[in-house]
T-cell receptor, first 115, second 115 residues
Framework: QQQVKQSPQSLIVQKGGISIINCAYE??????FPWYQQFPGKGPALLIA?????SEKKEGRFTISFNKSAKQFSLHIMDSQPGDSATYFC??????????????FGSGTRLQVQP | NAGVTQTPKFQVLKTGQSMTLQCAQD?????MYWYRQDPGMGLRLIYY???????DKGEVPNGYNVSRLNKREFSLRLESAAPSQTSVYFC??????????????FGEGSWLTVV
């Protein structure tokens, strides 16, 4: 079963608009929630990440909102630009042994920002 | 500054053939990973290696074997390729696991088609 559920599958936003991608998880042992950005033909790259002890993290135009009680987190892209067109993945990890942690990914959202 | 390097970039195999995907990182990382990416399913973990000399199964290990040759290199072997293994394969590494402050870096992917 999918441990991290991501929606929507695809998203079209006008330039300057706000893009919002949502993720939900079941396992309360998850304690690290990164978002990865992937351009066509490239590998995913870390965009922004959050720990569950904070409700929001902002880096430039990118913000993660985290709701621990609802077990949900979302990525907001403000003032979306055509260069933001990519596939976005949420992910989560858990485990006391840091070295043995691996990321569990959502299914991905293809974002298209129209000029 | 190469990061994570994967070879080959593209490969077409016939059903039943074997092959090895090679991965090397130059960041002196302890942890290395192999993921596969399929449409609508995100990235799924095949195997990972927390440190030199150790390997662990991930979510979808069947049909694959791995070797952590040394600290730099982590190879993925398909002993008898099947059409269901047609996918894009990503190697990744991190200093120590996937946790806050330990970014997982991905290679550019290997496109494998099994006919």
């Amino acid at each position: 079963q999918q441990q991290v559920k991501q929606s929507p599958q695809s998203l079209i936003v006008q330039k300057g608009g706000i893009s919002i991608i949502n993720c939900a998880y079941e396992n309360t042992a998850f304690d690290y929630f990164p978002w990865y950005q992937q351009f066509p033909g490239k590998g995913p790259a870390l965009l922004i990440a959050i720990r569950p002890d904070v409700s929001e993290k902002k880096e430039g135009r990118f913000t993660i909102s985290f709701n621990k009680s609802a077990k949900q987190f979302s990525l907001h892209i403000m003032d979306s630009q055509p260069g933001d067109s990519a596939t976005y993945f949420c992910a989560a990890s858990k485990g006391m042994d840091t070295g043995r942690r691996a990321l569990t990914f959502g299914s991905g959202t293809r974002l298209q920002v129209q000029p | 500054n190469a990061g994570v390097t994967q070879t080959p970039k593209f490969q077409v195999l016939k059903t039943g053939q074997s092959m090895t995907l090679q991965c090397a990182q130059d960041m002196n990382h302890n942890s290395m990973y192999w993921y596969r990416q399929d449409p609508g399913m995100g990235l799924r973990l095949i195997y990972y290696s927390a440190s030199e000399g150790t390997t662990d199964k991930g979510e979808v290990p069947n049909g694959y074997n791995v070797s952590r040759l040394n600290k730099r290199e982590f190879s993925l072997r398909l002993e008898s390729a099947a059409p269901s293994q047609t996918s894009v394969y990503f190697c990744a590494s991190s200093e120590r696991g996937g946790a806050y402050g330990n970014t997982i870096y991905f290679g550019e992917g290997s496109w494998l088609t099994v006919v």
